[in-house]
């Protein structure tokens, strides 16, 4: 079955320190994987896209890693700030119907930052 | 100079009534989906339509009939709404249906209560 599992589920951290965000994902084929942060109330906005051949990619203090043999991804906050108390949610792009690809999400974990 | 704008925000209603929710992207992209999120955080599709012209149908009952009268607007009608159907419903789009370069834009969600 294609599903996204993420950890922990909610995480308390306080502001200036780093914290990773797991990712596992059983999704095959295999196309991209995503990471979102959801700000409460709102959309999703996206983070970083990494394909299979990418195993790292950079989006200001947000570190995104892939490793495609094992299905594991991370996403680390470096420094955290208040602002980044939100849900981040993990997404592989994977078969759907009609030979289409559709996004397979997490249920995300929840970021608490406390000053 | 919003890019995924969808109305109304918020939308309470009774059983049995029908309802309708509308979806407008001004980044000139050629597909758009609805989501549904439900109360467990997990976002799932509903609908993508490519050049208004519908490619993904997650089944989803019949009562909910989506609408693309151009490549900027997606509709969402919803005939005789359940209480299984209260959830935050978000519009997305994007460049072709491979998520293109830079993914998925969202819109902010429509929280639909149904009493």
């Known amino acids: 079955k294609n599903q996204v599992e993420q950890s922990p589920q909610s995480l308390i951290i306080l502001e200036g320190k780093n914290c990773t965000l797991q990712?596992?994902?059983?999704?095959?084929?295999?196309?991209?994987l995503r990471w979102y942060k959801q700000d409460t109330g709102r959309g999703p906005v996206s983070l970083t896209i990494?394909?299979?051949?990418?195993n790292t990619k950079s989006n200001g203090r947000y570190t995104a890693t892939l490793d495609a043999d094992t299905k594991q991804s991370s996403l680390h906050i470096t420094a955290s700030q208040l602002s980044d108390s939100a849900s981040y949610i993990c997404?592989?792009?994977?078969?759907?119907?009609?030979?289409?690809?559709?996004?397979?999400f997490g249920a995300g974990t929840r970021l608490a930052v406390h000053p | 100079d919003t890019a995924v704008s969808q109305t109304p925000k918020y939308l309470v209603t009774q059983m049995g009534n029908d309802k309708s929710i509308k979806c407008e992207q001004n980044?000139?992209?050629?597909?758009m989906y609805w989501y549904k999120q439900d109360s467990k955080k997990f976002l799932k599709i509903m609908f993508s339509?490519?050049?208004?012209?519908?490619?993904i149908n997650e089944t989803v009952p019949n009562r909910f009939s989506p609408k693309s009268p151009d490549k900027a607007h997606l509709n969402l009608h919803i005939n005789s709404l359940e209480l299984g159907d209260s959830a935050v419903y978000f519009c997305?789009?994007?460049?072709?249906?491979?998520?293109?370069?830079?993914?998925?834009?969202f819109g902010s969600g429509t929280r639909l209560t149904v009493v």
């Open positions: 990712c596992n994902y059983t999704v095959s084929p295999f196309s991209n």
């Open positions: 997305a789009s994007s460049q072709d249906l491979t998520g293109g370069r830079y993914g998925y834009t």
């Open positions: 339509y490519n050049n208004k012209e519908l490619i």
């Open positions: 980044l000139g992209h050629d597909t």
């Open positions: 997404v592989s792009l994977g078969p759907g119907a009609g030979g289409y690809n559709k996004l397979i």
């Open positions: 990494m394909t299979f051949s990418e």
